[in-house]
C-alpha cells in the first residue's frame, strides 16, 4: 500500500505516442533448443512492429490513453516453419493523478502454435482468416484494448470484445487449438464466450467500477476509494453463486491479487469482513494473500 500511495503523490507524465497501445513483445527460445537462430530475432522484431504500428481502431488516442502491454512468446518447438509456444499477454492502465500503472489483463495461453516463414509479411484482415499466427496475437490485442476500456467506462469495450469474437469465429476454420469449445475450459473460446454473456455481466461492472469509482479516486480520497474497492470486489459474490469457481474469476485475480493485498494491508482503516469474506468465497486459492489484510 505504501508503494501505491507514493505513486498517488507523483504527477502523471504524458508521452508523445498517439497509438492504441505500446507493447513489448518478447520471443523466448531457451527452451527451443535452437535459441541462437536468426529467424527468432525476425519474428520478434516483426511482430513488435505488427502490435504497434498496427490501427486497429477507428478511435483518436491521446499519448496520454496508449494502453501498456506485454507479449511474452515462450517457443518450446521448432521445426521448418512450425512453431509450438506459450503466449503470457498482460496489459496495466494509469492510474488518475499518479505513475501507477494498475493489471487489469494476464492470460496464460497455452495453445499457440503457428506457422512462420522468415521475413514474411504480417497483415491484419478484420474479417478474413490470414493465420494463427495473426489471428492469436489480433485476438488478445483486442482483448486487452476491450478490457482496457471497460475499467473507463462501463461495457466501453463491447466494440473491441466483439471483434475479437468476430476473430475467434473465422480462426476456427484453421483447425488450430484454443478456438472451440471442445479446447478446454481455459481457451480462448471460454475466456471471450463468457466475457460476452449475461451469466458473468458482473465481471465487466467490476472492472469499471473498481478502476473508475475506486482507484482513480486514491488521489482524492485513500479512504473512500478502498471502500469502493472493496464494494466493487464483493459484486463477484453473486457471479460466484452462478458458476463457482469460474475461469473469469481466475483469470482476473491473477491479475489483481497482489495488486488488492497491497492496497488493504496498510491503512487508513476500512471496514473489511465482507470483503474478506468474498475474497476466499471467490478467490480461495489466494487465502495466503487475504490473511494480510488487516485495514
Not at 276 to 281: G, I, P, W
Request: hydrophobic share 35%; aromatic share 14%; glycine share 4%.
Amino acid at each position: 500500500m505504501y508503494r501505491l500511495l507514493i505513486a498517488f503523490l507523483v504527477g502523471f507524465t504524458l508521452t508523445t505516442n498517439a497509438q492504441e497501445l505500446r507493447c513489448n513483445v518478447v520471443v523466448n527460445t531457451e527452451l527451443s533448443g535452437n535459441q541462437n537462430l536468426p529467424v527468432f530475432n525476425t519474428l520478434q522484431k516483426q511482430l513488435r512492429e505488427f502490435v504497434n504500428n498496427t490501427k486497429w481502431t477507428n478511435r483518436v488516442y491521446g499519448p496520454q490513453e496508449t494502453v501498456e502491454c506485454n507479449f511474452y512468446i515462450n517457443v518450446t518447438e521448432y521445426s521448418g516453419d512450425a512453431f509450438k509456444a506459450s503466449l503470457q499477454v498482460q496489459s496495466s492502465r494509469p492510474v488518475y493523478g499518479s505513475t501507477y500503472y494498475s493489471p487489469v489483463y494476464n492470460f496464460n495461453d497455452k495453445d499457440f502454435t503457428f506457422r512462420y516463414v522468415e521475413f514474411q509479411n504480417l497483415i491484419y484482415n478484420e474479417n478474413q482468416y490470414e493465420s494463427n499466427l495473426i489471428s492469436v496475437i489480433a485476438f488478445h490485442v483486442y482483448m486487452v484494448l476491450g478490457l482496457d476500456a471497460d475499467t473507463f467506462e462501463l461495457n466501453g469495450g463491447d466494440e473491441f470484445l466483439k471483434q475479437a469474437q468476430t476473430i475467434l469465429n473465422y480462426s476456427q476454420q484453421g483447425g488450430a487449438k484454443g478456438w472451440k469449445i471442445e479446447d478446454g475450459n481455459q481457451s480462448r473460446f471460454v475466456l471471450i464466450d463468457n466475457l460476452m454473456s449475461p451469466t458473468f455481466k458482473e465481471y465487466r461492472s467490476v472492472l469499471y467500477d473498481y478502476h473508475r469509482n475506486g482507484l482513480d479516486l486514491m488521489q482524492e480520497n485513500v479512504t473512500k476509494s478502498k471502500e469502493n474497492i472493496a464494494k466493487a470486489i464483493e459484486e463477484f459474490a453473486a457471479m460466484n453463486r452462478r458458476r463457482p469457481n469460474s475461469f473469469l474469476l481466475r483469470t482476473f485475480f491473477d491479475a489483481k491479487s497482489d495488486e488488492i493485498e497491497q492496497i488493504f494491508s496498510d491503512g487508513p482503516n476500512v471496514e473489511i469482513t465482507d470483503l474478506v469474506s468474498t475474497l476466499n468465497r471467490v478467490a480461495p486459492t489466494y487465502s495466503s494473500k487475504w490473511r494480510n489484510i488487516k485495514f
